[in-house]
């Protein structure tokens, strides 16, 4: 790139407006956030053989040997002594299948999908799991990752991340490598464009209560120090007290145990963070506390998911007006999402759409807590399901999060100047009762190319050209005018 055009639209890569990099103007266009449409859960727990939860601290991955996905989920039956997590695999990611592993003995029979570690020193399972193309030594193909307290010193215990890795995603081995710190909750991914492991832990803030920090490697073997990126504030609190009080006035919506306004507070319980084109996105389950458990170092409360972006890791900037990605389900829809909910940690690319698998759990504070902190005992209230928590599926049009919105009135949006090297033109838009034009302008504004309206509802819609063409254009330093009325515009690019 020249000195003139530090915008960059690099070859196939989809430029989505979640923030202001490489827009120039906007004018009678609004930005309007999109949920996911949910599915209902695909997985759930066998209560029978006494597992009551199941959920996911990462995303399913393709093994295109297998031609499978592959999935770890934290959940195992619960009169299991040992850790434990459980693998499934599906075909088409929405039924899923339990191969059986013989890793561990159960109710007399190894025909089980549960995986289990022992190193000598320590019994665990990964229940993270990532795929690595270019690890040369097929036996690491599949990282892995799981919580466990680590000792410091010979002495002092510290709750961390450790790190495995498998050839198949189902038989592992712990690395003897540094752990990462962090309290209960984490999530892991793999960024392909940057061959970089990005790993988010809970940790403390500058605020009390829940925060996210960040741990990356490139090797999987070396760790960076976690680092502070997302933390709730004042504009969180202030909101959270809203969406608390509209919580409790709807009467569709699962209620908390506990209700207690002087424990009201938000913070970030959990983060996924993910690669998607030119963005890192962040959806953060925001914590809503709600009441203290009586006799028990704990609240009650529930989760919403939003939805943030970043381009370096660090700076993130808030979506959709703070408003839920993902928000509880209504009791009366079967759903498992009714209090309880971990974000996703991957968006899983099929077709046109992004599927989002993430964690739901139908209560919180569901138990009374008999006896002193920490040796007494958590016993169930009555009346309430066995089958607790599930992975749940939620379904996005293809860079469906924000969209550049016109009505009846012409908005227009024009880009910074960048070089043009490419002959075709794509958008991704919704003009079924509108339209989208461009113009392709020099330095002085001058139009170059002028393109046919474009109309109906477009995932991957070529440009074609009215007036002049990409082609007689490459390597010129140029401006996009995008005009539409009557639709929704998602993301651009160029081939």
């Not at 839920?324 to 209090?339: E, K, Q, R, V, W």
Request: net charge negative.
């Amino acid at each position: 790139m020249t000195h003139s055009t530090p915008f960059d639209v690099p070859t196939g890569q989809r430029q989505l407006f979640l923030d202001d990099v490489g827009v120039a103007h906007i004018e009678n266009l609004s930005r309007t956030m999109h949920q996911p449409v949910k599915k209902g859960a695909v997985i759930r727990p066998d209560y029978h053989l006494g597992i009551s939860s199941h959920q996911v601290r990462t995303a399913p991955v393709w093994d295109p040997d297998e031609q499978v996905f592959k999935l770890l989920v934290h959940g195992k039956p619960d009169d299991m002594p040992i850790a434990a997590s459980s693998y499934f695999e599906s075909k088409d990611g929405l039924h899923w299948t339990k191969p059986f592993l013989g890793q561990v003995e159960h109710r007399g029979s190894r025909d089980n999908n549960y995986v289990h570690v022992d190193t000598g020193k320590y019994q665990l399972a990964p229940y993270m799991l990532v795929r690595d193309p270019n690890d040369p030594d097929p036996s690491r193909r599949y990282k892995g990752a799981t919580h466990f307290h680590r000792q410091i010193n010979g002495q002092k215990i510290e709750p961390a991340v450790c790190f495995f890795v498998s050839p198949d995603g189902r038989n592992w081995k712990m690395l003897d490598g540094p752990s990462v710190r962090s309290s209960d909750e984490h999530n892991l991914s793999f960024d392909p464009i940057e061959k970089l492991f990005i790993l988010t832990v809970k940790l403390g803030g500058t605020r009390p209560g829940r925060a996210v920090s960040l741990s990356t490697s490139r090797d999987f073997e070396h760790w960076t120090e976690p680092e502070l990126i997302f933390e709730a504030d004042g504009l969180d609190q202030e909101l959270g007290r809203e969406d608390i009080a509209a919580r409790l006035a709807d009467p569709r919506l699962r209620q908390p145990f506990h209700n207690d306004p002087a424990v009201y507070k938000v913070d970030v319980y959990n983060m996924g963070v993910f690669r998607y084109e030119g963005y890192y996105i962040g959806m953060p389950a925001m914590y809503h506390a709600t009441g203290p458990v009586p006799n028990y170092p704990n609240t009650d409360g529930f989760h919403l998911i939003q939805l943030t972006s970043s381009r370096d890791l660090k700076t993130w900037q808030r979506l959709g007006d703070r408003k839920a990605f993902i928000g509880s389900s209504p009791m009366d829809s079967g759903a498992y999402d009714l209090t309880q909910i971990i974000g996703p940690s991957n968006a899983v690319m099929r077709g046109d759409e992004l599927w989002f698998y993430y964690t739901g759990i139908k209560y919180r504070a569901s138990w009374e807590y008999v006896g002193k902190y920490p040796n007494g005992e958590h016993i169930t209230l009555p009346g309430l399901d066995p089958d607790t928590g599930a992975i749940c599926l939620a379904v996005l049009r293809r860079d469906g999060f924000i969209s550049l919105d016109a009505g009846a009135q012409k908005g227009t949006m024009l880009t910074e100047p960048f070089l043009l090297n490419c002959d075709k033109l794509f958008v991704n838009v919704n003009a079924l009762k509108g339209e989208l034009s461009i113009e392709v302008l020099d330095k002085h504004g001058t139009a170059l190319a002028t393109s046919n309206p474009v109309t109906g509802d477009l995932l991957c819609g070529e440009v074609d050209w009215r007036q002049g063409n990409l082609s007689d254009l490459k390597g010129q330093a140029v401006n996009l005018r995008f005009m539409l009325h009557d639709a929704r515009f998602y993301s651009y690019w160029v081939k």
